[in-house]
Nanobody
Framework: QVQLVESGGGLVQAGDSLRLSCAVS????????MGWFRQAPGKERDIVAT????????YYTDSVKGRFTISRDNAKNTVYLQMNSLRPDDTAVYYC????????????WGQGTQVTVSS
């Protein structure tokens, strides 16, 4: 299994940028498809972006396309979410997640980091 620790959240103004980091501990970081999810108060956790083990397959939800960038540095065991042009509706707890090979669901989750975007 792996352990995930997010960092980089905070309070920013609309239009600002943040970079979230997810430190991955495990035997082989590249073995895992990684994803960023977010959960706003009173809402279910929604997918934001995913990235395959070596970064060749990337997905973004429509609302963040052109603004957010997911990346990974397997040598540093770290996954990133660069968030630009933040909007108030981006406010949520952001979670890093990992999917083991052969699984379609995300079975490892970090503790989350709060992102709050004020107008």
């Amino acid at each position: 299994q792996v352990q995930l620790v997010e960092s980089g959240g905070g309070l920013v103004q609309a239009g600002d940028s943040l970079r979230l980091s997810c430190a991955v501990s495990g035997r082989t970081a590249s073995s895992y498809t990684m994803g960023w999810f977010r959960q706003a108060p009173g809402k279910e956790r929604d997918i934001v972006a995913t990235i395959s083990g070596y970064g060749s397959i990337i997905y973004y939800t429509d609302s963040v396309k052109g603004r957010f960038t997911i990346s990974r540095d397997n040598a540093k065991n770290t996954v990133y979410l660069q968030m630009n042009s933040l909007r108030p509706d981006d406010t949520a707890v952001y979670y890093c997640a990992a999917s083991s090979p052969g699984r379609s669901s995300y079975n490892y989750w970090g503790q989350g980091t709060q992102v709050t975007v004020s107008s």
